[in-house]
């Protein structure tokens, strides 16, 4: 089974930006006022929300998602969440899959900076995302345009029903001014803030999978572009979450044994200015930090000696010829 499925119709910020709200980067639910129906902890769940006809528990139809009971009182359900990492909200996705007759007519979400500790009876809520309608059986995309840092989040629903899963699409924050300046970070890491620019084709599997935490648990869980038939080869343009200078770069082409790229290499440069598009155009010129390399199928490459000397970079363009599947790309760093 795939980790993502692919929806044509989900906006940019879905595809640049880790969901902070994935239990794999330490995301979980912590309170709700009911989860009668379905528990809580399955509205995180990384992988798609699917319908089994004729499951049921003692409580009635097994759902996949976080569903509260009928409510006969005044009043609206709510779920508390803590994300992965603290960041900024670029776009959330409220996923009501396979709830027809029994999803929330609207829901709204808030949200709080907590350094330490959990939100309580005490705790002031700002908003996130206002009221919005909602449908059964749909995806809903809302772009969140605030510059504002949120650990934790709380997803209203009015006034009850079932929510498939949520999904938190976000800049991670990391305080790099209490970092040792002499250790390595993988400076692409999606835990870290790293994240994709741009990429020419993930028609098989996201470029956003090739900065998830450990190594992917199947084909789905990677970036595979399709078969190439003409002239070229396909890239990937990634922002590191910090300046830094490369020390060891890792490719990893984890289940990828019939459909791996042949071979790689990887440009990178220091940018200021300009926007992430006008970086497509100039990525194809920029120096070589990984000459040209042959690949193996389901193998964990490693290079250091074969790294060229660029100083600190804040951006790099992973190239596969011709096309092809790379499970994960680590980019062992000192910060700039």
Known sequence: MAIITLDPNAPEFTR???????PRLGAKTLACSDD??????????????VFIPGKYDTNGKWMDGWESRRKRVNGHDWCILKLGRAGILKGVDIDTSHFTGNYPPAAAIEGVFLASGEPD???VWQEVLPSVNLQGNSHHYHDIQSTQIFSHLR??????????????????VNDWANTDPHALHDLIAMENGGYVVATNNQHFGLASNLLMPGRGV????????????????????IALAHAGIVQKIEVDTCHFKGNYPDSCSIQAASMAGGTDTSLITQSMFWPTLLPQQKLQMDHQHYFAEELQSLGAITHIRLNIFPDGGVSRLRLFSKIA
């Open 16 to 22: 640049r930006y880790p969901n902070l709200a994935d």
């Open 36 to 49: 009668f129906f379905a528990e809580m902890a399955r509205m995180l769940n990384p992988e798609p929300a």
């Open 121 to 123: 009876a005490n705790t």
């Open 155 to 172: 997803l209203n629903i009015y006034p009850d029903g079932g929510v498939a899963r949520l999904r938190v699409y976000a800049q991670p």
């Open 218 to 237: 199947n084909m789905g869980d990677g970036w595979e572009t399709r078969r190439r038939r003409e002239p070229g080869n396909d890239w990937c343009i």
